[in-house]
């Protein structure tokens, strides 16, 4: 069945180094979406991807999908305290109504 | 009304009692999605209602668990003989059809944050 993988589970970053999270899915994908959840909150839609190797930006988070539509990355430039939270991909299948959302990367940034 | 509207936003049961979660989706959206989140975890897909198809129950850990939607808007989800290990966060999300290439945004209302003692 459909199945979307993520990590790092989780990543500890000085402030103002880089952070990358990697989505990877067992099926090719129709388009995939990035949320996050900042701690106590519930998820908020960032993105969604649909396109064979989109590259889209907001200001400094890179999203990316791969050229197969099986995987796709956030990437964070210059981390900043206010982007602590957990980072959710959640990927739709062709052959599926719904998206699957994949474990979470949980980000903890030290000022 | 302007998002998803989950209720109670807490509740504490005692085992072995039954609790009913309610969620009232964004006007409009034919998807609706359960999610169990237990602290600091991910997010745990129990169910799933697109328009007047039948429902995805596969998520749903055990037949204690059951969840309705009438009229294809308000959502009830029913926990039976409580347990420990229900407790959790339980996320409802609502969005347009789920089609190929639409923005189908997933909008999560707040919670309800289950205690069972």
């Known amino acids: 069945g459909q199945q979307v993988m993520q990590i790092p589970q989780y990543q500890h970053v000085q402030e103002g180094e880089d952070f990358t999270t990697y989505c990877n899915s067992s099926?090719?994908?129709?388009?995939i979406q990035w949320y996050k959840q900042r701690p106590g909150g519930h998820p908020v839609f960032l993105i969604q991807?649909?396109?064979?190797?989109e590259v889209k930006k907001q200001k400094r988070l890179t999203f990316q999908f791969g050229e197969a539509k099986k995987n796709s990355s956030l990437h964070i430039t210059a981390t900043q305290t206010t982007d602590v939270g957990t980072y959710f991909c959640?990927?739709?299948?062709?052959?599926?109504?719904?998206?699957?959302f994949g474990s979470g990367t949980k980000l903890n940034v030290k000022p | 009304g302007a998002g998803v509207s989950q209720s109670p936003s807490n509740k504490v049961t005692e085992k072995g009692k039954d609790v009913e979660l309610r969620c009232d989706p964004i006007?409009?959206?034919?998807?609706l999605y359960w999610y169990r989140q237990s602290l600091g975890q991910g997010l745990e897909f129990l169910i799933y209602?697109?328009?007047?198809?039948?429902?995805?129950k596969s998520g749903l850990p055990s037949d204690r668990f059951s969840a309705e939607r009438t009229g294809g808007s308000v959502s009830t989800l029913t926990i039976q003989r409580t347990q420990q290990e229900d407790s959790a966060v339980y996320l409802c999300?609502?969005?347009?059809?789920?089609?190929?290439?639409?923005?189908?945004?997933?909008?999560f209302g707040q919670g309800t944050r289950l205690t069972v003692v």
């Open positions: 099926t090719t994908l129709s388009n």
């Open positions: 999300a609502s969005s347009l059809a789920s089609t190929t290439g639409g923005n189908t945004e997933a909008f």
């Open positions: 991807l649909v396109k064979s190797g």
């Open positions: 209602f697109q328009g007047n198809s039948a429902p995805d």
């Open positions: 006007s409009g959206h034919t998807a």
């Open positions: 959640a990927g739709k299948g062709y052959n599926f109504n719904k998206f699957y």
